[in-house]
């Protein structure tokens, strides 16, 4: 039989990075992606923070224009160690699962309270067309804020 998304293999787009310096922003992991020759490959990003002590967790998702841009992505990422900060992790890219292509994300995210108005911008996933980042689709329903004391907001 084929396996539990086997007919979907070649068609992935979506990737996990693992080992992202806590360090890091969104922005600069988005530098380091362009500087790497991404720049206006890919059209999701998302790179969860903890909201207590603003550090990254280390583990970003990512979704390319196409899936040999994922495989691109995956070559030039996996055993990535070139971060422009100090320190000696070496970066691990694998396929997300379960959520693959950018639609799957946006339905993800835009009703959990990460998009809530009280959430700083630079802890929400981004949503990019050529390059530019663009509007994130509107909630469907009323969002609510994140609970209060939680470390961070995993929808």
């Known amino acids: ?66 899936p040999d841009d994922a495989v691109a992505f995956r070559r030039a990422f996996g055993g990535f160690a070139a971060w422009s900060l100090p320190t000696s992790k070496v970066c691990e890219v694998g396929w997300s699962d379960p959520h693959q292509g950018p639609d799957a994300h946006v339905a993800r995210y835009r009703n959990s309270p990460l998009m809530h108005e009280s959430v700083p911008d630079e802890y929400r996933p981004v949503i990019m067309r050529n390059g530019q980042r663009v509007p994130f689709p509107p909630p469907t329903r009323k969002v609510k804020p994140p609970r209060q004391g939680t470390q961070r907001v995993i929808f």
């Open 1 to 66: 039989g084929v396996a539990a998304g086997g007919g979907a293999r070649g068609k992935r787009t979506t990737v996990m990075l693992r080992n992202v310096p806590n360090q890091y922003t969104r922005a600069l992991l988005q530098d380091t992606i362009d500087a790497l020759g991404f720049a206006g490959r890919y059209d999701f990003l998302y790179f969860p923070i903890d909201f207590r002590n603003r550090a990254a967790l280390g583990y970003a998702f990512l979704n390319m224009a196409s």
